[in-house]
């Protein structure tokens, strides 16, 4: 199947600093990507649809000036987490389509943030 | 804002049990997907069901989709401990890649 890789896998940082996740698709082109958020025992919470050279759409409730998404290429789409706190703290997954596909979505392996 | 309710939410069940995982919705999916999830790791996908009705066996997963297209079980037989894990329902509406996921369900295989 498709690969969709997520760097790092966890991150450690101090509050009040920015933290970049990256996602990237691996052998296929995508055209969307997908950010989630998960939280221990939960199930996935979508943040906002990432668009190849456009801006991102985010959900209700996500502060799109605090969680940055750039989709600058069609392998590739980051997440900035800015002025991180203690409640920023989570395990944020991306995910992607192939274009040529029926919509199956490929998950990254997730990018555990802690914000001390 | 369509939901899903997957049930049960937690399933601890003795290795050779069978079980089934409920995902129901009011709405109508154009297609739902299963995965499965690892503390710590991204969802992976098990298998997406199209068409009301479906049946869709993985070893010994069989998936099936309603006919009204609203709601999707996954049955288990003969559990295995390697079988723990999250598993998520998703559904997608027409034209779209965006997914509604459920609440998960927890299964713990016992040895």
């Known amino acids: 199947g498709a690969v969709v890789s997520q760097h790092p896998s966890w991150v450690i940082c101090k509050s009040g600093t920015s933290v970049k996740i990256e996602c990237r698709s691996l052998d296929f082109q995508a055209t969307t990507m997908f950010w989630y958020r998960q939280f221990p025992k939960q199930s996935l919470m979508l943040m906002a649809t990432s668009n190849e050279g456009s801006k991102a759409t985010y959900e209700q409730g996500v502060e799109k000036d605090k969680f940055l998404i750039n989709h600058a290429s069609l392998t590739l789409s980051t997440l900035t987490v800015t002025s991180a706190h203690p409640e920023d703290s989570s395990f944020y997954i991306c995910?992607?389509?192939?274009?040529?596909?029926?919509?199956?979505?490929?998950f990254g392996e997730g990018s555990r943030l802690t914000v001390l | 804002t369509q939901l899903l309710e997957q049930s049960p939410q937690f399933l601890s069940i003795q290795e050779g049990e069978n079980l089934t995982v409920y995902c129901n919705s009011s709405s109508v999916f154009s297609s739902l997907q299963w995965y499965r999830q690892e503390p710590g790791e991204g969802p992976v996908l098990l298998v997406t069901v199209v068409t009301g009705g479906e049946v869709k066996k993985l070893k010994r997963l069989t998936f099936q989709f309603g006919d009204a297209r609203k709601d999707s079980s996954l049955h288990i037989t003969a559990a295995q401990p390697g079988d723990t894990g999250l598993y998520l329902c998703a559904g997608a509406e027409a034209g779209s890649y965006q997914l509604t996921f459920g609440k998960g369900t927890k299964l713990s295989v016992i040895p």
């Open positions: 995910s992607a389509s192939p274009q040529d596909n029926t919509g199956e979505l490929f």
